[in-house]
């Protein structure tokens, strides 16, 4: 079958193959051997950006030099590229460079540049991630949610702050109400956006996983019984645990007689006293391709 991330660049050798005419994201897909949904989400997760936006990006960066050289009319160049006006050609121009197709030719003009993706994967912490299949009958989520926005690298602030924000006697209580695994405080994160790019929104949840009734001042998500993938690492916090995204879609599912389905995904970390290292788990619900 071969690496999955080998797959994975040659679907990218193809994409900017494509860069003229439509990008064939269902190509794409059959060349990384894997369902145009899971490539989405694959590219996604790894770049930190939809596929839309990064065909977009990398256009601008190679009509730039053409702008430049004005050699050519703008409408010329927009075609070129896929845009049916010079207006459309403009505004995307103006959005990627920060400045229009005419000022880009004057004499000093900053421009940016979107280089070409190659993919590789590091993990930080341990370099085998453990993994383990199991089967959960219907639990539910309780505690408190929010709407958050995805932070791929780095300490997300935004969900630091409103885990931190829950009182030390609602902790305890949802510590009580704890009854199977996942055990304890951990968090959940539903309802993305379908390309999950980098700052997009999600629902996160601080809670407990539990089957007991649901208190009248905390919120609850029911979660349908099925099985779970658990992967597992310990590492610098929060690298090793953002790792285990990647790592998932990159190589495990790939290489693995499993899907991910729709649901929850689960997150268990024990951090150390300075937080700076953590044992983490990741929980996604599968079932069998």
């Given at each position: 079958?071969?690496?999955?991330?080998?797959?994975?660049?040659?679907?990218?050798?193809?994409?900017?193959?494509?860069?003229?005419?439509?990008?064939?994201?269902?190509?794409?897909?059959?060349?990384?051997?894997?369902?145009?949904?899971?490539?989405?989400?694959?590219?996604?997760t790894?770049?930190?950006?939809s596929?839309?936006?990064?065909?977009?990006?990398?256009?601008?960066t190679?009509?730039?030099?053409?702008?430049?050289?004005g050699?050519?009319?703008?409408?010329?160049?927009?075609?070129?590229?896929?845009?049916?006006?010079a207006?459309?050609?403009?505004?995307?121009f103006?959005?990627?460079?920060?400045?229009?197709?005419?000022?880009?030719?004057?004499?000093?003009?900053?421009?940016?540049?979107?280089?070409?993706?190659?993919?590789?994967?590091?993990?930080?912490g341990?370099?085998?991630?453990?993994?383990?299949?199991?089967?959960?009958?219907?639990?539910?989520?309780?505690?408190?949610t929010?709407?958050?926005?995805?932070?791929?690298?780095?300490?997300n602030?935004?969900?630091?702050?409103?885990?931190?924000?829950?009182?030390?006697?609602?902790?305890?209580?949802?510590?009580a109400?704890?009854?199977?695994?996942?055990?304890?405080?951990?968090?959940a994160?539903?309802?993305?956006?379908e390309?999950?790019?980098?700052?997009?929104?999600?629902?996160?949840?601080?809670?407990?996983?539990?089957?007991?009734?649901?208190?009248?001042?905390?919120?609850?998500?029911?979660?349908?019984?099925?099985?779970?993938?658990?992967?597992?690492?310990?590492?610098?916090?929060?690298?090793?645990?953002?790792?285990?995204?990647?790592?998932?879609?990159?190589?495990?599912?790939?290489?693995?007689?499993?899907?991910?389905?729709?649901?929850?995904?689960l997150?268990?970390?024990?951090?150390?006293?300075?937080?700076?290292?953590?044992?983490?788990?990741?929980w996604?619900?599968?079932?069998?391709?």
């Open positions: 079958m071969g690496n999955p991330l080998e797959h994975l660049n040659r679907a990218m050798d193809l994409l900017e193959a494509q860069l003229h005419d439509r990008v064939d994201v269902g190509a794409l897909a059959r060349v990384a051997l894997t369902s145009e949904f899971h490539f989405r989400r694959v590219f996604s790894l770049a930190g950006m596929i839309s936006d990064y065909v977009r990006r990398r256009r601008m190679l009509a730039a030099p053409q702008i430049v050289a050699d050519e009319t703008v409408l010329a160049i927009a075609t070129r590229w896929g845009y049916g006006s207006d459309a050609f403009g505004r995307a103006r959005d990627f460079h920060g400045t229009g197709p005419s000022a880009a030719r004057d004499p000093g003009a900053t421009l940016r540049t979107q280089q070409r993706l190659v993919f590789h994967l590091t993990l930080e341990e370099t085998d991630v453990r993994h383990r299949i199991i089967t959960k009958d219907a639990f539910r989520i309780v505690g408190a929010t709407r958050a926005r995805l932070q791929y690298e780095g300490v602030a935004e969900l630091q702050a409103f885990s931190a924000s829950v009182p030390m006697e609602t902790n305890f209580r949802l510590k109400l704890s009854d199977g695994e996942p055990a304890g405080i951990i968090t994160h539903t309802d993305f956006t390309e999950r790019e980098d700052g997009s929104a999600f629902s996160y949840w601080h809670g407990v996983a539990t089957t007991h009734p649901v208190p009248e001042d905390l919120d609850s998500l029911e979660v349908p019984a099925g099985d779970w993938v658990v992967f597992s690492t310990s590492g610098a916090f929060p690298a090793s645990l953002q790792g285990l995204w990647p790592y998932a879609h990159a190589e495990w599912f790939p290489s693995h007689p499993y899907q991910q389905v729709a649901g929850p995904e997150v268990r970390i024990a951090p150390a006293h300075d937080f700076a290292t953590a044992d983490c788990e990741l996604l619900p599968v079932e069998r391709r």
